[in-house]
Nanobody, 126 residues
């Protein structure tokens, strides 16, 4: 089993930055990967970014590419999402997700992740 605990959300102004953290327990071996998704009321969960744990390869949605950076610390089994130049449309509940065995094409699909964090609220408003 994998357990995920995330933190780092908050209220910021447009142009500010936040860093979200996702601490994993239960193992990160094999083809383990971690992703970040966000959701607003009445909408489906939207892919934000993902990382393959072993290689460090990263993937981003077009809406955040160049502004957000996903990374991981193998020593602590912790993933991070650094969010810069935040916009009001970045507002939402952010969830980290993980799976011990997932293929490339499934990294962008929330339904293919087996484990989820509890969510953390991000509000970008002036």
């Amino acid at each position: 089993q994998v357990q995920l605990v995330e933190s780092g959300g908050g209220l910021v102004q447009p142009g500010d930055s936040l860093r979200l953290s996702c601490a994993a327990s239960g193992g990160t071996s094999g083809s383990f990967a971690m992703g970040w998704f966000r959701q607003v009321p009445g909408e489906e969960r939207e892919f934000v970014a993902a990382i393959r744990w072993r290689s460090g390869h990263t993937y981003y949605s077009d809406s955040v590419k160049g502004r957000f950076t996903i990374s991981r610390d193998k020593a602590t089994n912790t993933g991070y999402l650094q969010m810069n130049s935040l916009k009001p449309e970045d507002t939402g509940v952010y969830y980290c997700a993980a799976d011990p065995s997932i293929i490339l094409s499934s990294l962008f699909d929330a339904r293919r992740y087996g484990y989820w964090g509890q969510g953390t609220q991000v509000i970008v408003s002036s």
